[in-house]
């Protein structure tokens, strides 16, 4: 064996016992670190190493610094934002894809890395009843799937935008939203000159749902006052309470006014696999485009992010640039650096790939349903004690709540379940995040850990009570 070989091998050695034994104990740590800002700034040197450092001397400082300084995402107590895991069958993968290094921008850069995309995409498509002739492209986030979707609808409406800018625009382009939908969507309007003013914000039902009527009426006000509507954003699993937006009903209005239908299952889409919730996805044969994060809810570690669209044409053509330097590919493959704003892409098919057979599609909805059994276990512990309040309905795997004991006006009550909050996540046995609800402020309990038993959840809802009668004295 060579010399670089035989350190390679130890390294790997000592970095593979280190992930075997993280993925045996990862409540072992605290879910969130104790660490203050600068913390980690501060253990560091100002300046890059000159000359070269033993691995084992920078494993030590990963293990000394880094660590102790970690958010650990795999705690089976993280249930915060919504709560993901990475696989160890898709970490073994990452570790592959890096050591291939591949840029998967033109076929001929990776043919494995291309055609692997093309088939786990279409596995996904199949799982979650996506229709068998869309298209499925891999991004690192759904706010750049976002993104690149807002630019097909865009490309859709008025090819003369890409070439002469948005300059040549009298009209304002308009997008449609609602209060619930996530910030991308702004972030898209902002990037692709539409401008945050054209995100307009429809009014939702009690269930945090979009009314298609108010959608309706701004659509037709928006072509009375010569403005252009572009596209209608719909949401299924909302960031804050996964509130469901009424697809079909959507798509039938963005289908008569001649509107993209992107529609963000970011997180909910993957429920999609289990027969029970096919119906999330309803009506979405009449939308363009989907996006769904398996980097969300499908143990597939960060990056990975599924935009499936119904014509894929579009998309190429809203950025398709082919420089004289990468040409020469066979007519028939496909390349990927012409369906978004990257060239070089990172082969992240290989652990999605991975996950899809590791864990087996069995395997999965098991997990699916056993993480929406237990979130609707806790509603119901909520539901039985009478000073909880449940905050928003609960159909999959996150619970909205706060604690409220009567005789307290809304203002005490925010008071106290922002102290409830502190004091539940600084014991770092659990970690939960917070939303408004109707001006309300909500403790948020989501469950999306593959390793996240009935007894983490248990001690979830024994610390808030204690922390809960601690914070009310
Ligand atoms: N869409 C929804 C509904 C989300 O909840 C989120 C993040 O939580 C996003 C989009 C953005 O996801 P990403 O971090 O992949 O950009």
């Known amino acids: 064996m060579s010399d670089e070989a035989g350190s390679l091998r130890d ?77 160890p069958a898709a970490v073994a993968a990452e570790a592959l894809a890096a050591t291939l290094d591949v ?33 499925g492209i891999i991004y690192d986030t759904a706010s750049i799937a976002g993104f690149t979707a807002l630019a097909a609808a865009r490309e859709a409406l008025d090819p003369s935008i890409r070439e002469l800018g948005m300059t040549a625009q009298s009209a304002p382009l308009r997008v449609y939203v609602t209060s619930e939908t996530h910030s991308h969507v702004e972030k898209a309007a902002i990037a692709l000159g539409i401008g945050r003013a054209n995100v307009v914000r429809i009014a939702c039902d009690d269930a945090f749902r979009m009314h298609p009527a108010a959608l309706r009426a ?5 072509r009375a006052a ?62 363009d485009s989907l996006v769904v994060n398996p980097h969300k809810w499908l143990f597939v570690p960060m990056d990975c992010s599924a935009l499936f669209v119904k014509d894929e044409a579009i998309v190429r053509r809203a950025f398709s640039i082919v420089p004289e330097f990468v040409l020469s590919t066979p007519d028939a493959a496909v390349n990927y650096m012409e369906y978004g704003l990257q060239l070089g892409r990172r ?83 659990v970690l939960l995040s917070q939303t408004k609800i109707r001006g309300r402020y909500a403790i948020r309990l989501a469950i999306g850990n593959l ?10 809802w024994e610390v808030l009570r204690e922390c809960a009668a601690q914070c009310r004295a």
């Not at 980690?40 to 400082?61: K, N, Q, T, Y």
């Not at 692997?116 to 995409?121: H, I, P, R």
């Not at 209005?253 to 963000?264: K, Q």
């Not at 390793?451 to 979830?460: H, I």
Request: charged fraction near 25%.
């Open 226 to 287: 010569g403005r252009r509507p572009m596209a209608v954003v719909a949401t299924v699993g909302t960031t804050s309470t996964t509130s469901i937006d009424p697809v079909p009903e959507i798509a039938a209005i963005a289908r008569e006014h001649g509107l993209w239908l992107h529609v963000d299952a970011a997180y909910a889409g993957i429920a999609a696999m289990l027969p029970e919730f096919a119906s999330l996805l309803d009506g979405l044969e009449l939308a």
């Open 11 to 87: 390294e790997l050695d000592r970095t593979a016992a280190w992930i075997a034994s993280y993925f045996a104990h990862p409540q072992d740590y605290r879910v969130s670190p104790e660490t203050r800002p600068g913390e980690v700034v501060a253990a560091l040197p100002g300046e890059a190493p000159e000359r070269p450092e033993p691995f084992d001397a920078i494993f030590d400082d990963f293990e000394r610094i880094v660590i102790p300084a970690t958010t650990h995402w795999n705690h089976p107590r993280f249930f915060a934002y919504f709560a993901t895991s990475a696989a």
């Open 347 to 429: 082969f992240r098919a290989l652990k999605l790939w991975f996950v899809l057979r590791h864990l087996g599609a069995q395997g999965i909805r098991e997990r699916l349903r056993g993480h929406i059994a237990l979130a609707q276990e806790f509603a119901a512990w909520l539901e039985a004690e009478p000073a909880w309040q449940i905050l928003a309905p609960h159909p999959l795997s996150v619970v909205c709540f706060r604690y409220a004991p009567a005789g307290l006006d809304e203002h005490r009550l925010e008071r106290l379940n922002e102290a409830i909050l502190g004091a539940v996540n600084a014991t770092g046995e």
């Open 218 to 222: 701004a659509i037709e006000a928006d």
């Open 451 to 460: 390793r996240t038993r009935r007894e983490d959840v248990a001690r979830a």
């Open 103 to 135: 840029k998967a921008m033109l076929w001929r850069t990776s043919p494995a890395a291309t055609e692997l995309e093309e088939v786990t995409m279409r596995w996904l498509g199949r799982l979650l009843g996506v229709p068998p002739q869309w298209t």
